[in-house]
């Protein structure tokens, strides 16, 4: 294989690279899944979210650190706009004023507590209000009258949530790709439309079914989107026999709250067909059935009354679930329509659980324990080649980290550390990068911590870098010494108040008697500084800086044939070189 050209960087000599420290251990650090285990499968290992491991090794041999010019970190804005209160809402006439301690208002969490929005939807769902069927069609009315709403958008922004919960749940994948979509000839049929073209933008392969068109311009609009993309329309006659061989998700978006009595044709024989599918036993692999509002032939408020109907996997309710979900036992419930105003919130006292950051739709029910060993994703990604990436690591790692920010990643910047001490004993844990250039890495933490112990004793890290939603993950190994004193320094006050008084009250690493031990000292504190006066930094608190060795650049892809390019560095004349190869999988 033709090997890029190397890139010179100016020849370097390190302080470290001495006898000692060439004999210590260096950290490598990579995630792994974690292997399946011979054990009962009636009670699976229990793990609530796709968890990343990490395995430490030590081995190796010393490092050369590099003066450092650290470019101002990266700081999150800890006020975006959408972390403001939401101003208190007009009062409209009909509508009650909107009360201070109104239960539940979907107040945006703050930033970062997306996984704490999550739990507070779990501990939320016991007390989510289920609508009848009469206040779900008044809300309806409300907001396509007095509210001021459009059909067109609250079908647009339903069919998005449903779209969105989808992509959520059954993330595309080469076992989550085709969608079949059965419309009925409603607004929750309209909303399957909806669904269709933003899963297609979303990368799935939607085709509709829509046996039974309405001849309004809002549906035969939607359908000219859906023909414009080539999304293929399956008359119901035309349907595979088996849909498990053709479909992996299957969604159906045939009545909401309308509907009443029984099933009239073609949807009768629909809905059987989803029912047979549903039987256990009847495919080796099922097809996930998505259910829009209500599932399908269940009664809008009794649910499933004869306990015959389909079994869907995943509600997404909109607006606020109806009656019938409590009725709902599949692993995702969803709810999505996230334009409920707070008028509409005080008048029905909705309590309903809040929307994470700005997704379109919000987990009801806890998310299903997940068995491990299952845990497998067959990554779609683009392919990472020798001829596209930047001779300089430096430069490739700050394009991607770029590529993060932009994708919306939540702190993209946090990286595992690996230390090792000086039995070779290696300890891992979190950390936030705080600045790079073009020769290190840097975070700040607590000289008197477990990871400064270890590297006092041994200067060799590791650094990992793992962005799951963009299957892609860097590691990076080198020498670490501690940045100037002045630099701390200047990044302590830089660091907001709260922060600088968490650095003193923190004896990091040491065993305290309680939370409050630090409670009662972060409030000393606070009432000591309550002027505004200088903070000083503790002499215990500073940064280090990682001077790089070796980087490893991972692309997640098709059937484990995951990219890995090494860079590892080279003497060239005389000059220290990075050197690039491809490694297998
Ligand atoms: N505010 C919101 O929450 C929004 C929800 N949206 C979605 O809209 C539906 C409710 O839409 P609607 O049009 O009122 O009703 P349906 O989609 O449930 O279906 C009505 C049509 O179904 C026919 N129907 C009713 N029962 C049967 C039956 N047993 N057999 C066959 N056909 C039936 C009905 O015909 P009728 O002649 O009986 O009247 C209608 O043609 C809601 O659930 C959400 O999904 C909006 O998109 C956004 C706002
Ligand atoms: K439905």
Avoid at 160 to 165: E, I, K, P, R
Avoid at 188 to 208: K, Q, T
Avoid at 243 to 258: H, K, N, Y
Wanted: net charge neutral.
């Amino acid at each position: 294989m033709p090997q890029p050209a190397a890139h010179h960087t100016p020849r370097y000599r390190s302080p470290y690279q001495t006898s000692s420290a060439a004999s210590r251990p260096e950290p490598q650090s990579r995630m792994l899944a974690v292997a399946s285990r011979t054990r009962d499968k009636s009670a699976p290992t229990i793990l609530s979210l796709a968890m990343p491991f990490l395995l430490t090794t030590a081995t190796g041999t010393a490092t050369s650190p590099r003066p450092l010019i650290p470019s101002s970190p990266r700081r999150q804005n800890p006020t975006t706009p959408h972390l403001r209160p939401p101003p208190p809402a007009r009062r409209l006439p009909g509508f009650p004023a909107a009360e201070p301690g109104a239960p539940f208002l979907p107040r945006p969490p703050r930033r970062g507590m997306a996984s704490l929005a999550a739990t507070a939807a779990a501990a939320a769902a016991a007390e989510v209000t289920h609508l009848t069927q009469r206040d779900a069609a008044e809300i309806d009315e409300q907001l396509m009258g007095p509210l001021g709403f459009s059909v067109d958008q609250l079908m647009e922004l339903a069919g998005l949530s449903v779209a969105a919960a989808v992509a959520e749940v059954y993330k595309l994948s080469e076992e989550h790709t085709r969608v079949l979509i059965i419309c009925g000839p409603g607004n929750n049929g309209g909303d399957g439309l909806v669904a269709a073209r933003h899963l297609y933008h979303f990368g799935y392969r939607p085709s509709v079914c829509y046996p039974k068109r309405t001849p309004k311009p809002l549906y035969s609009g939607l359908v000219t989107q859906l023909e414009s993309l080539s999304i293929p329309f399956i008359p119901a006659e035309d349907l595979p026999h088996d849909l498990s061989r053709e479909f992996d998700i299957i969604v159906d978006a045939m009545f909401g709250f309308s509907f009443h009595g029984t099933p009239r044709p073609p949807f009768d024989d629909l809905i059987q067909r989803l029912i047979s599918l549903s039987v256990i036993g009847n495919s080796d692999k099922k097809p996930a059935i998505v259910s829009v509002d209500i599932p399908s032939g269940w009664h809008v408020e009794e649910g499933d009354v004869d306990g015959g109907g389909i079994k869907p996997d995943m509600l997404v309710s909109l607006t606020a679930p109806k009656l019938c979900a409590k009725k709902f036992t599949g692993p995702h419930h969803f709810l999505g329509g996230r334009f409920v105003p707070p008028p509409i919130l005080n008048k029905y006292g909705l309590k309903l659980p809040p929307y994470p950051g700005t997704s379109m739709c919000a987990r009801i029910r806890k998310a299903p324990s997940v068995d491990i060993s299952s845990l497998r994703e067959n990554y779609i990604s683009p392919e990472l080649l020798e001829s596209q990436v930047m001779p300089d690591p430096f430069d490739q790692f700050l394009r991607w980290f770029d590529e993060a920010v932009t994708a919306g990643l939540r702190e993209p910047n946090a990286m595992a550390l690996t230390t090792v001490n000086r039995e070779g004993k290696p300890s891992s844990r979190m950390v936030l990068l705080k600045g790079v250039d073009k020769q290190t890495f840097v975070w700040y933490t607590n000289y008197g911590s477990r990871k400064a112990h270890d590297l006092s004793e041994n200067p060799n890290a590791a650094l990992l870098f793992y962005w799951n939603e963009m299957n892609r993950q860097v590691r990076v190994e080198g020498s670490v010494e501690k940045v100037p004193e002045e630099e701390s320094e200047k990044y302590f006050h830089s660091r907001p108040r709260g922060s600088q008084l968490g650095a003193i009250v923190s004896k990091q690493s040491t065993v305290i008697a309680g939370r409050e031990v630090l409670q009662q000292a972060y409030k000393e504190l606070e009432h000591k500084y309550s002027d505004g006066s200088l903070i000083p930094k503790p002499e215990y608190w500073g940064g280090y800086r990682l001077t790089p060795t070796l980087f490893e650049f991972w692309q997640g892809q098709q059937s484990r044939l995951h990219d890995r390019l090494q860079y590892s560095q080279r003497e060239v004349d005389g000059n220290t070189a990075w050197h690039i190869e491809r490694l297998s999988p």
